[in-house]
DNA sequence: CGACACCTTGAAGAGGTTCAAGAAATGTGG
DNA sequence: CCACATTTCTTGAACCTCTTCAAGGTGTCG
């Protein structure tokens, strides 16, 4: 766990693929608010409009809006009007009762949606917590049902994204309902890492946003445990370790642990 | 825990509100295959549409279907086609990994919408198994898409629903990720008998379609687990036990083990 | 540079699991 | 309808994983 420093430098800039523009100067003439310049379109819209369906689109992000690391998209109760598409930056969502339980829900990143728990009564019923700078377009749910009723695509799409995210959480439920944890730590690095890979950053290293308790939260850990496991696995030799900044040595490890030390088939 | 059969026996009865004709004898007269006439139709289509919208609606519904106890509504891996709302019986959702993971991820209970799970990939991703003889609603997910094209309130309905179920799925990882054994029970006896309330069935009284197993594996705990805290719960006088049949006697107990001991607000 | 948040590690303890045995209920076939 | 097989449930005892409490280290930011 040595040197890491060096290797992880590049760790924050994306290898390939979805490059996006730096956000700080935003050139109103060559950027401006539309989803069909948008280098993010293909995770957060459907593909294979047509030209007029491509002008439509571009009317369902109203503004963007930038939140402070620390800063709240939405909060618990606040009225519900809105989905957030993340353009940068990263995310939590989570519940906090009364009672003083807490539960990190998720962890969102650029490309993916937020906002849907609050469709149901029109509010919000979680946090969304900025975990970094960021920019999300806010896309009015008022706008996106209107045209979902004329677009077709984009009807389907609003149906997948949710149905995702149920499929999403019915992992999260076998990861807390079914896992120890090592294998809760493995699947969510595995998962983190795979997400950030699809957006071009690298498949083996990687920055974690959140707090050793964030992780703990999530993964229905305390962060002890989290910390414990983490140098379990560097003793294992199967990952570095240097606070946030993570390096996979040994996916396949990784995998064993999460399938029960069995390959997955094929 | 002594005489309990004869207090059980009307456990099965609908006390009052929705109450829906028996199955076996149905009659073509009476009950054509439409949700305008179903009594079921407050839970699981929306309100205050026109007698025009209503027409439309009814044609949601294509043919209804019957499960055996023990048999499946669709399997992991099935193709999706359709939505199936809940007529009469019980079902549970489960996820199983080649790697001999299993995890109960819901029970669901009339007027209940099953399915969402497959719009994403077009492909189930769990099973859906009958824990007593039921009866559903099939409605081929096209046409309701067609439908709530045309539809507002359908299409709001939909929607909503796919919230609620990203909402209910928070609140497992909130049990599962942050709750000790009683809690858990507490919150799954509540939950069950709160829906049961809502559909005219008593508020204290409740038959369990599931195993020990099947609870235990919703709630994240092994049987045995499971067992001991009915009998914890028993010894305390919360609850009296026999087999399935449970009797709550003092729900505001329950109510103080899922709040941490805290009474709610208000 | 000091205050603060975050992370790591050790030791003791609690909660839940595992293994095992027996009891109770349920289903099946004659 | 009864006897038997099977499933389901309960309970005890030992064990293990994770938590709790505590202390010290590391990194960050004004």
Request: hydrophobic share 40%.
């Amino acid at each position: 766990m040595s040197e890491l420093t060096p290797a992880f430098a590049g760790t924050g800039k994306r290898a390939s693929a979805v490059s996006d523009e730096k956000i700080p100067p935003i050139n109103p003439l060559t950027v401006k608010i539309a989803c069909s310049n948008c280098n993010l379109r293909e995770l957060c819209m459907p593909l294979g409009l047509n030209a007029e369906e491509l002008n439509k689109i571009d009317t369902v992000v109203e503004i963007r809006r930038r939140i402070k690391r620390g800063g709240r998209l939405y909060s618990n109760g606040d009225r519900f009007t809105s989905l957030f598409a993340i353009r940068t930056g990263f995310f939590k969502t989570c519940i906090n009762t009364e009672d003083g339980r807490n539960q990190v829900t998720g962890f969102q990143m650029a490309g993916e949606i937020m906002g849907l728990d609050g469709i149901v009564n029109d509010h919000h019923t979680c946090d969304a917590v900025a975990l970094e700078d960021a920019e999300v377009c806010v896309m009015p749910f008022e706008r996106i049902e209107e045209l979902s009723r004329e677009v077709v695509s984009l009807q389907r799409h609003v149906h997948k994204i949710m149905s995702r995210e149920i499929v999403r959480e019915h992992g999260v439920m076998l990861l807390l309902g079914s896992m120890r944890a090592e294998e809760r730590l493995a699947a969510f690095l595995l998962n983190l890492v795979q997400r950030l890979h699809a957006r071009g950053f690298s498949a083996s290293e990687l920055l974690l946003r959140m707090t050793r308790e964030e992780i703990g939260s999530y993964l229905g850990l305390k962060l002890e445990t989290v910390s414990r496991t983490f140098s379990k696995f560097v003793e294992e030799g199967i990952v570095e370790v240097k606070q946030r900044h993570v390096r996979i040595l040994d996916t396949q490890a990784l995998k064993l642990i999460v399938n029960n030390n069995q390959l997955p088939c094929q």
